[in-house]
């Protein structure tokens, strides 16, 4: 098919002028979807079709600039998400700040923020209230983000933050600041050791730094290199989230040293059934003297359709410590 037939394919022809160097074509008015060079280049190539078109290899005409901002951003994440914490990002607007928006979306929302610190830390405790049906013994969050002083002084700024929730996520210390700073002072160090930062310590268990200007003393980057790679190719399959609330039970057993708390979490998980979405065992005991051992686990129960009630949860729980019963292992 020559120039002029695909053309005439593509348009319904109408005039082409050929001067051997371009070609003048008019569309007609019905093809609406014909507005640019581009679009008829995409034409001709679905008529034509793609496999017919040689493949070719372009020129580089320049080498792009590495961007010193974004590599280091995305080389502090992979450090960061490399020791076990999970980003997040929060609204930029929030209920408080020194620029008020003229038109917010919603009442707490009037504000560019002046902090990472307030969201994070509302982030934490709404990780804290699930942790137990997202089956966490640790939360460690971070963010980065923009910060407004004014609406001349924008900042980029990173904000880290952890806590522990191995023992009861609804029954924590009312100060454990000390403990927090350590888990924070680690990926501190980690920063520091790696990129020489010059990130000062935590302060009551969060820290909240200027990044782009820490950023700006740092060394520029030559490439990329693989700060863009990804460190594994799983696949990870996601489920929906439950929109209605889970309700918390806990179990501990005596059995046979013979036994492990493998075999009674089998037994809970048969007859449990679809409803329990989460366990973890929180504590192990054993009886000086005794040929026995305790196992204790902390069960969470989750509908996708319902709120769930302490009736339906109790037969449950009756027929898990029946069966165990029957193994003649003792419930405590």
Not at 157 to 184: F, Q, T, W, Y
């Amino acid at each position: 098919m020559n120039e002029a037939g695909v053309f005439k394919n593509i348009v319904g022809y109408r005039r082409i002028s050929d001067n051997s160097e371009r070609y003048v074509v008019t569309v007609p008015h019905e093809r609406l979807d014909l507005r640019i060079k581009e679009d008829l280049i995409e034409e001709i190539g679905r008529i034509y079709g793609y496999k017919n078109i040689e493949s070719a290899v372009v020129e580089k005409i320049f080498e792009p600039k590495v961007n010193k901002e974004f590599y280091y951003i995305n080389k502090i994440k992979n450090i960061l998400t490399k020791a076990g914490f999970d980003e997040v990002q929060n609204y930029s607007f929030g209920d408080k700040g020194n620029v008020e928006v003229q038109k917010p979306l919603a009442s707490n929302l009037g504000f560019l923020r002046t902090n990472l610190s307030d969201g994070l830390q509302k982030s934490l405790e709404l990780n804290i209230k699930n942790a137990s049906v997202l089956g966490l013994d640790e939360i460690k969050i971070f963010e980065i983000g923009k910060v407004f002083e004014s609406l001349d002084d924008e900042k980029l700024s990173l904000a880290i933050r952890a806590v522990s929730v191995k023992k009861s996520p609804h029954r924590r210390p009312a100060d454990e600041a000390g403990k927090e700073n350590e888990m924070v002072q680690e990926i501190v160090d980690i920063l520091n050791k790696e990129l020489n930062l010059g990130v000062l310590p935590p302060s009551e268990g969060i820290l909240e730094v200027n990044l782009g200007e820490l950023i700006e003393k740092l060394p520029e980057p030559e490439s990329y290199g693989d700060v863009l790679k990804l460190d594994t190719e799983e696949i990870v399959i996601f489920k929906k989230i439950s929109q209605y609330p889970f309700m918390l039970r806990d179990i501990a057993v005596f059995v046979p040293n013979e036994n492990s708390a493998e075999d009674i979490l089998a037994v809970i998980k048969d007859n449990a059934g679809d409803l329990l979405v989460q366990t973890k065992l929180f504590d192990t005991y054993s009886p000086e003297g005794e040929d026995k051992t305790s196992y204790a686990f902390n069960l969470v129960f989750q509908s996708q359709e319902k709120t769930l009630t302490d009736d339906e949860i109790n037969k449950i729980m009756e027929k898990i410590t029946l069966e165990i019963e029957a193994k003649n292992w003792e419930v405590r």
